[in-house]
T-cell receptor
Framework: DTEVTQTPKHLVMGMTNKKSLKCEQH?????MYWYKQKAKKPPELMFV???????INESVPSRFSPECPNSSLLNLHLHALQPEDSALYLC?????????????FGPGTRLLVL | AQTVTQSQPEMSVQEAETVTLSCTYD???????LFWYKQPPSRQMILVIR??????QNATENRFSVNFQKAAKSFSLKISDSQLGDAAMYFC????????FGAGTTVTVRA
């Protein structure tokens, strides 16, 4: 099973709202990733968790707050976002997170910030 | 940071024909992985094919095959017998420490 699931599929929020994105994988992987993708552009890495510890933060603004409650779950908490944060947010997982691995992606959450 | 270059923003292919997507990359490493991912308009990023740099044999997955030229740092994808469902954006990606993507190539399939 190579499935990574993400909820919700779509999210509309105002700039003062607080919301969360959720990602789940059941492949026994120990690394999980958040990417941001603008239309017709490649994904941009935001965060990497390896063995439930944050290993990479690509200088992402603090209005994005990741959380990894366990090795199967990854959340992205959103607060005080800007309209330019509207994008597709992709979650991915891989076996251990040391590179030279295949990453498997979820279907994404389409976020619109008004 | 590693650089991945896809020089073809768009490619069009007739159904049942063959199309080749080009990708070059820049690295000083000898051990790495290369990937082609497909992202249809429905948006899920799907792994098409993977190549490990230490393997000389070109990877093949059904109608998809690669031409991996390590010395030239080239990694092209050939789609044979193109189908309407192949229409998507295709991303070439390099992974040694983290995944670096090319800009993508949009493939349209003409019926």
């Amino acid at each position: 099973d190579t499935e990574v699931t993400q909820t919700p599929k779509h999210l509309v929020m105002g700039m003062t709202n607080k919301k969360s994105l959720k990602c789940e994988q059941h492949m026994g992987h120990r690394a999980m990733y958040w990417y941001k993708q603008k239309a017709k552009k490649p994904p941009e890495l935001m965060f990497v968790y390896s063995y439930e510890k944050l290993s990479i933060n690509e200088s992402v603004p603090s209005r994005f707050s990741p959380e990894c409650p366990n090795s199967s779950l990854l959340n992205l908490h959103l607060h005080a976002l800007q309209p330019e944060d509207s994008a597709l947010y992709l979650c991915a997982s891989s076996p251990v997170g040391r590179g030279r691995e295949t990453q498997y992606f979820g279907p994404g959450t389409r976020l619109l910030v008004l | 940071a590693q650089t991945v270059t896809q020089s073809q923003p768009e490619m069009s292919v007739q159904e049942a024909e063959t199309v080749t997507l080009s990708c070059t990359y820049d690295t000083s490493e000898s051990d790495y992985y290369l990937f082609w991912y497909k992202q249809p308009p429905s948006r899920q990023m799907i792994l098409v094919i993977r190549q490990e740099a230490y393997k000389q044999q070109n990877a093949t997955e059904n109608r998809f095959s690669v031409n991996f030229q390590k010395a030239a740092k080239s990694f092209s994808l050939k789609i044979s017998d193109s189908q309407l469902g192949d229409a998507a954006m295709y991303f070439c990606a390099y992974n040694d420490y983290k995944l670096s993507f090319g800009a993508g190539t949009t493939v349209t399939v003409r019926a």
